[in-house]
Structure formats: structure tokens, C-alpha cells
């Protein structure tokens, strides 16, 4: 497991992209996050790879997001270069 800080940017974008389960490659992968009514906070799964986390706020489901993705890349992986969060209405 890698415990570097990780230099990838994340972006938060509402409503999915159509299509997007496709756009998952080597160089990016894309969560898919949805509001939790019943709880409370967000949740986010990755479209094509079997990443998910939850967190209470945004900024903290952010920081979540880069953590899964080190913890399933080991250093034999090639890491994704660009994590997108969608945000679900």
C-alpha cells in the first residue's frame, strides 16, 4: 500500500456523464456520488473498478476518494492519473 500524498486532482460535477461506465480507463476513473438521504453524508462507488467509500462531507469524501483508489492501486498497478466524482441529483 502506498502512503505518499496522491498529486491527482479531483473534480466535482453534477449529474453523471452518459456513457461514462466507457470513459474508465487507465488514465482516469470516474465515482459515481450519491447523497444519502437516510444517514446523512455521500457516498461513492467507481464506475468499472470495485472502489466505494462514504464520508459525512464533501471535502472529506474527496480525501476518502484518493486513499481507496492508493489502497486498490499497489505499486505492481498502473494508477489512474485523473479521479472524477460525479454528483447525482
Known sequence: MRLSSCPLPLSLKPNSVPGAS????MNEIIFEVREDEIDGGYNASA????IHTEADTLDELRTKVREAVDCYYDETMTAPKLIRLHLLS
Open 22 to 25: 466507457n470513459r474508465t480507463s
Open 47 to 50: 464506475l468499472g473498478v470495485g
